[in-house]
């Protein structure tokens, strides 16, 4: 039997046994007295602290869901079974009038002290059991709901170590992936650097060779106009490394920058005037640049003459090449 079942029989108990008494109030023994006091001493002792810890529970909340203790169901009998005690405890207050009298010989001021007292105690004693029962099951709920807490933090932390991991891991294989990537296109960009200088010849030779080529790139003809423009981007790239040979502007020449690749770099015969005039490939952090390297004076005087005499003699040779292609476009205009 539930407690709540208990509660409601013994209301009806003491229902019945009151009604009993008051059937027979007439009586005035000490008996009769007595019963009543045992009947008192247990509604508004014992079961006064019964009734007052359910009134408790209808205001309590589960710990977790925040929800009501009670439904409604379960709430709607505790109304009853309150409304039921507070009849009892009514009616025992009526009995207790109407036996006044009789049993006024048999009580006395000491007795009903001590029931009093006792009454107190035991209330006292039922209301400090509710509230030990009660912390105790907030004190067991914190620590199952931090214990909870504690179990999915520690999962979620888990959780973000491996993924973290992953993305390490992923981090890791994409920068060497792309270590790999950009070292072979170093790598072959070099062999690339290197097959072309092989294949120029350096000074007179090279310089005509590309000037054919460039030639037959532009569509041939004598007045070309991509032909004069290119000879004519050549000429200030090579007069202005002979003006200011110092000057890293004009020794340095990247091949993907975009003025350069569109009146030089695209045409293969005037890069090759470039490398035949001196200029080498090289790859410097993954980019191709075309650098001019002059001999050193002061130790290879030779060296130096015959860098600086390609250098001229191809000036020379892309003037003459520009005054042709002049000379030629005039005369078809004249013609």
Same mark, same amino acid.
Request: with cysteine; glycine share 8%.
């Given at each position: 039997?539930?407690?709540?079942?208990?509660?409601?029989?013994?209301?009806?108990?003491?229902?019945?046994?009151?009604?009993?008494?008051?059937?027979?109030?007439?009586?005035?023994?000490?008996?009769?007295?007595?019963?009543?006091?045992?009947?008192?001493?247990?509604?508004?002792?014992?079961?006064?602290?019964?009734?007052?810890?359910?009134?408790?529970?209808?205001?309590?909340?589960?710990?977790?869901?925040?929800?009501?203790?009670?439904?409604?169901?379960?709430?709607?009998?505790?109304?009853?079974?309150?409304?039921?005690?507070?009849?009892?405890?009514?009616?025992?207050?009526?009995?207790?009038?109407?036996?006044?009298?009789?049993?006024?010989?048999?009580?006395?001021?000491?007795?009903?002290?001590?029931?009093?007292?006792?009454?107190?105690?035991?209330?006292? @004693? +039922?209301?400090?059991? *509710?509230?030990?029962? !009660?912390?105790? =099951? #907030?004190? $067991?709920? %914190? &620590?199952?709901?931090? /214990?909870?807490?504690?179990?999915?933090?520690?999962?979620?932390?888990?959780?973000?170590?491996?993924?973290?991991?992953?993305?390490?891991?992923?981090?890791?294989?994409?920068? @060497? +992936?792309?270590?790999? *990537?950009?070292?072979? !296109?170093?790598? =072959? #960009?070099? $062999?690339? %650097? &290197?097959?072309?200088? /092989?294949?120029?010849?350096?000074?007179?030779?090279?310089?005509?060779?590309?000037?054919?080529?460039?030639?037959?790139?532009?569509?041939?003809?004598?007045?070309?106009?991509?032909?004069?423009?290119?000879?004519?981007?050549?000429?200030?790239?090579?007069?202005?490394? $002979?003006?200011?040979?110092?000057?890293?502007?004009?020794?340095?020449?990247?091949?993907?920058?975009?003025?350069?690749?569109?009146?030089?770099?695209?045409?293969?015969?005037?890069?090759?005037?470039?490398?035949?005039?001196?200029?080498?490939?090289?790859?410097?952090?993954?980019?191709?640049?075309?650098?001019?390297?002059?001999?050193?004076?002061?130790?290879?005087?030779?060296?130096?003459?015959?860098?600086?005499?390609?250098?001229?003699?191809?000036?020379?040779?892309?003037?003459?090449?520009?005054?042709?292609?002049?000379?030629?476009?005039?005369?078809?205009?004249?013609?």
């Amino acid at each position: 039997m539930t407690e709540f079942k208990r509660v409601q029989a013994e209301v009806d108990e003491l229902g019945a046994r009151l009604a009993a008494l008051e059937a027979d109030c007439s009586d005035a023994a000490p008996d009769t007295a007595k019963v009543l006091q045992e009947i008192k001493a247990t509604v508004e002792g014992e079961l006064q602290g019964k009734m007052a810890k359910f009134e408790k529970r209808l205001t309590e909340t589960d710990p977790i869901s925040g929800q009501l203790r009670y439904g409604e169901g379960m709430r709607a009998k505790v109304a009853q079974l309150q409304q039921q005690y507070d009849a009892l405890a009514a009616e025992l207050r009526l009995a207790e009038g109407k036996l006044a009298a009789a049993l006024a010989a048999h009580a006395n001021a000491a007795a009903a002290r001590a029931g009093e007292a006792v009454s107190a105690q035991q209330a006292a @004693a +039922a209301a400090a059991e *509710a509230q030990r029962q !009660a912390a105790a =099951a #907030r004190e $067991r709920a %914190a &620590a199952q709901a931090a /214990a909870t807490r504690a179990e999915a933090e520690e999962r979620e932390r888990q959780r973000l170590a491996r993924e973290a991991a992953v993305l390490r891991d992923k981090k890791k294989a994409d920068e @060497a +992936a792309a270590a790999a *990537a950009a070292e072979a !296109a170093r790598l =072959a #960009r070099e $062999r690339e %650097a &290197a097959a072309i200088m /092989a294949s120029v010849p350096v000074g007179a030779a090279g310089v005509e060779a590309g000037l054919r080529a460039l030639r037959d790139a532009c569509g041939g003809g004598g007045g070309s106009a991509q032909m004069r423009k290119t000879c004519g981007a050549l000429l200030q790239i090579l007069q202005n490394m $002979r003006s200011s040979p110092e000057d890293p502007r004009f020794r340095r020449i990247r091949c993907e920058n975009e003025r350069f690749a569109a009146d030089v770099g695209r045409f293969e015969g005037a890069v090759q005037v470039l490398l035949s005039s001196g200029f080498k490939v090289v790859v410097e952090e993954g980019a191709s640049l075309l650098v001019m390297a002059e001999p050193d004076l002061a130790t290879d005087m030779d060296g130096w003459t015959t860098w600086y005499d390609t250098l001229k003699d191809t000036i020379d040779r892309l003037n003459d090449e520009t005054n042709a292609r002049d000379r030629a476009s005039h005369g078809g205009l004249m013609g």
